[in-house]
């Protein structure tokens, strides 16, 4: 099983950028596709942005394409967030599973997630 933990969260004004971490370790994490989701209060939890084992495969989010940059280094994947607006705001969490997905359903592992706060 591969563990999951995330950083780089905080407080951030309408513009501004954020850079979230997730370290994977545990039994061959680096096979793992790994993604992003996201849940604001009362949300549903939206997916964000995925990359595969390799980084070849991309997957993004409509509402942060072009906004938001994935990438992966072997075990650590990386959420470059540029021009932050308000409805960004969110708890992040990062998953993993053996492929690149858009829904939960394909990821097993679960981060405990990281705060993201974007001021109006």
């Known amino acids: 099983q591969v563990q999951l933990v995330e950083s780089g969260g905080g407080l951030v004004q309408a513009g501004g950028s954020l850079r979230l971490s997730c370290a994977a370790s545990?039994?061959?994490?680096?096979?793992?596709?790994m993604a992003w989701f996201r849940q604001a209060p009362e949300k549903e939890r939206e997916f964000v942005a995925a990359?595969?084992?390799?980084?070849?495969a991309l997957r993004y989010g409509d509402s942060v394409q072009g906004r938001f940059i994935i990438s992966r280094d072997d075990d650590t994947m990386y959420l470059q967030m540029n021009s932050l607006k308000f409805e960004d705001t969110a708890v992040y969490y990062c998953?993993?599973?053996?492929?690149?997905?858009?829904?939960?359903?394909?990821?097993?592992?679960w981060g405990q997630g990281t705060q993201v706060t974007v001021s109006s």
């Open positions: 998953a993993a599973g053996p492929v690149v997905g858009m829904t939960r359903v394909y990821y097993g592992a």
């Open positions: 990359i595969s084992r390799g980084g070849a």
């Open positions: 545990g039994r061959a994490s680096s096979t793992y596709a």
